[in-house]
């Protein structure tokens, strides 16, 4: 089944302790579309400038991601500049140009309404609201967030929770949110304000999902060395509702499964800058470090 | 089979912000054998004053800790003091009394040289190796140390990593002793100095083994509620070799399952103060979360 996927589309300057990349892909929306695309088909929700790089174009279609909901309007496309520091934890943000970005009205293809799967990707709660109101009975909705968010836009968030089956956010987030600092106490702090299944993301100690069937605790896969982390958090989002769209089954039984997808999918995104090493991602690696992930966690 | 365990045994007076408790029952060694004593027999080796509170040595012996090598020396017994900040992750000592510690020398009862497994617990370097040597071939030998040892006795413990199977670090510790603030180049550059299996801990967020057989991504317990992380390293060592002790078949087949043992007895640690919750613990419930282990990491 199809995903379709809504959030920012965008071009980042990343700038880490050893290099130094302008204008790659990036945003929400692009970084959990392309891990999405290694599953099934994709339809992307999103906007660009009419300086949008074809060379950008021509990857989403290289990874067959359905461009009809991808509007280019006239002007700049959204630009976000960041700087990280040497232990790749802690990053600054150098500069923030929405451009087209500030008109974002996602209004849907007719074909893209009957999606079975959806992913809000991290985008205001109004447009991820937008999105939902459009759709015909999905059968799973997922959403991502920010801490920006629950800064500025609360009230649409938290009505945003009671409309959703997943609910994705880090682990800064969630204490954010709930006031709790201790993970297993936050997830079931959210669980009351909507999502059956609440997933709280620790960067490089994994995940934890908490659903019908229990807790389960995600392994991240080990890396020796991190290139750019920029993207993770969207791509493991992207990797798992693109794995669950393609699994036959109940969700409950395929979940867990879709979240060390979305790990794994994850751990190769931050071996490169921006989208450059998932792009060149084959099937199989990614089988790869799924059974690498059963071996290490099995006791 | 039996565990050998020598650190300190020592009296802590603990400070977190919601309670107080003077002179606990503390020290490496104390913790350590009261989570192998699960297990099998253990044989303790420490000093302590002759202030040291009857009602600690008939803990001991309940948990039916052998304490022919526990010295009593003239003097007051090792006494720490420390104060844990709101969220339990970052402690201030308030004070170090060494007492009878200062002039510990440890001689091993005859009865104790033979014992297979040795766990030399967070202590000097000098004094684990003075354990070593007193020793007829023990079948496996474990350390753990402390930031402190890595500070003022590194040619010591340099030497110790040579005589070991398996030496316990923290994730703060690896990266003081490696340059490496990543866990895996970590891993690999500490096996270089010597040890076969090498393991860090990362609190709540589990610990990694290094050994012949690859690596193991060893889960936490989750807890909603954190009482007092004192010694809850201690019992994660203590735990696992009590484990190893009492298991049949090699090391490599076992070590997975008695990290996971550990890691159990560790979080029933940070339940109580000192070992008030662990000693009260029944070996049920110990395969209780064992077996929760398995159900939340399966995928």
Redesign the interface.
């Known amino acids: 089944m199809s995903v379709l996927i809504v959030g920012s589309t965008a071009l980042d300057s990343i700038k880490t302790p050893t290099a130094e990349n302008p204008r790659l892909l990036g945003g929400s929306a692009s970084y959990a579309s392309v891990a999405a695309s290694f599953f099934g088909p994709v339809n992307l929700v999103g906007v660009v400038g009419d300086d949008f790089p074809k060379r950008y174009i021509q990857l989403y279609k290289r990874h067959c991601i359905d461009l009809q909901g991808l509007q280019v309007l006239p002007g700049k496309t959204f630009h976000w500049s960041g700087e990280y520091e040497a232990?790749m934890n802690n990053r600054r943000t150098l500069l923030t140009e929405l451009g087209v970005f500030e008109k974002f009205n996602p209004a849907l293809p007719d074909s893209y309404q009957a999606t079975p799967f959806v992913l809000l990707a991290n985008i205001a709660p109004g447009l991820q609201h937008h999105v939902l109101d459009q759709m015909r009975r999905p059968k799973f909705v997922a959403a991502d967030t920010m801490d920006l968010w629950l800064k500025v836009a609360l009230p649409d968030l938290l009505k945003l929770l009671k409309r959703l089956d997943a609910f994705v956010l880090n682990d800064s987030e969630a204490e954010q949110l709930t006031g709790e600092?201790?993970?297993?106490?936050a997830l079931?702090k959210i669980h009351r304000l909507g999502p059956k299944y609440v997933i709280i993301k620790?960067g490089s100690?994994?995940s934890?999902l908490s659903g019908p069937r229990?807790?389960?605790?995600?392994?991240a896969y080990?890396?020796?060395?991190?290139v750019d982390p920029t993207g993770a958090g969207d791509s493991f989002v992207g990797g798992m509702m693109g794995y669950l769209a393609a699994a036959k089954g109940p969700i409950d039984r395929n979940i867990?499964?879709a979240?060390?997808y979305g790990s794994v999918v994850a751990s190769f995104c931050c071996e490169g800058f921006g989208v450059q090493r998932t792009t060149r991602v084959m099937r199989a690696q990614i089988e790869g470090r799924v059974r690498e992930l059963?071996?290490?966690?099995?006791?």
Do not use: A
């Open positions: 232990n600092e201790n993970v297993f106490t079931k620790k100690h994994g934890v229990g807790q389960f605790l995600c392994p080990p890396l020796r060395r991190v867990r499964r979240m060390v059963e071996r290490l966690t099995r006791f």
